[in-house]
Every structure is written in C-alpha cells, then in structure tokens.
C-alpha cells in the first residue's frame, strides 16, 4: 500500500522557520517527482515546490523562491521542506504528493493527507 505521511507542520511567528517532511512507502520513488503542495482557507490548492528523486532537480513557485528549500533523502525515502523567514500568508495545509511522469501541479500519482502550518503576526 502507497502512503505518503506528512509530519512537521505546527504554529510559529512571522520570520520562524519549520521544515516539514514527507515519509513515502509503498513502492519505489526513486524516479518520482515529488511535490509539496498547500491549500489556505477559502483559497484553491497550489504548488509549493518539486525534486526529482533522481537527480535531485528543483523547482519553486516564485513567492517561496529563497525561503524554502526542498530536499530528499534516499536511504530515508523522505522528502524535505525546510521553510524560513515564514510569513502569515504561508499559512495553510502542506501536502505532499508523488508523480511518475512529471514536476509540473497538474498531475499527481498519490497524495498524503497534508499538515498544517500556521505563522502568527
């Protein structure tokens, strides 16, 4: 059985930092792309950040570029989102999802049940 458990997330001012992670089982991830996603009340889902297991190639949506860093760690099958200089507009439900085929949002394999993440002004 597939599973992606996020773990991490919690509440923490406005210029803290949290790294939540992503432990995958299941299956073997290691030419998945692995994605981290958030939803904020009210708000539609969007995409925070990819990495190819393989190769370790990344990609960020601009608002997070230079505060978050994704990573993997292989011998873990976990996935990393370190997150610094938070902001209250970070606020939301982090998921974490895996795709054979592709870094880009619009498509996902599996999904975890997300973890979240509040930042106070």
């Known amino acids: 059985q597939v599973q992606l458990v996020e773990s991490g997330g919690g509440l923490v001012q406005a210029g803290g930092s949290l790294r939540l992670s992503c432990a995958a089982s299941?299956?073997?991830?290691?030419?998945?792309?692995m994605k981290w996603f958030r939803q904020a009340p009210g708000k539609e889902r969007e995409f925070v950040a990819a990495?190819?297991?393989?190769?370790?190639?990344?990609y960020y949506t601009d608002s997070v570029k230079g505060r978050f860093t994704i990573s993997s760690d292989n011998a873990k099958n976990t996935v990393y989102l370190q997150m610094n200089s938070l902001k209250p507009e970070d606020t939301a439900v982090y998921s974490c999802?895996?795709?054979?085929?592709?870094?880009?949002?619009?498509?996902?394999?599996?999904w975890g049940q997300g973890t979240q993440v509040t930042v106070s002004s």
């Open positions: 990495i190819r297991w393989s190769g370790g190639r990344t």
């Open positions: 299941g299956r073997d991830f290691s030419n998945y792309y």
């Open positions: 999802a895996a795709s054979r085929i592709t870094w880009a949002p619009q498509q996902s394999d599996y």
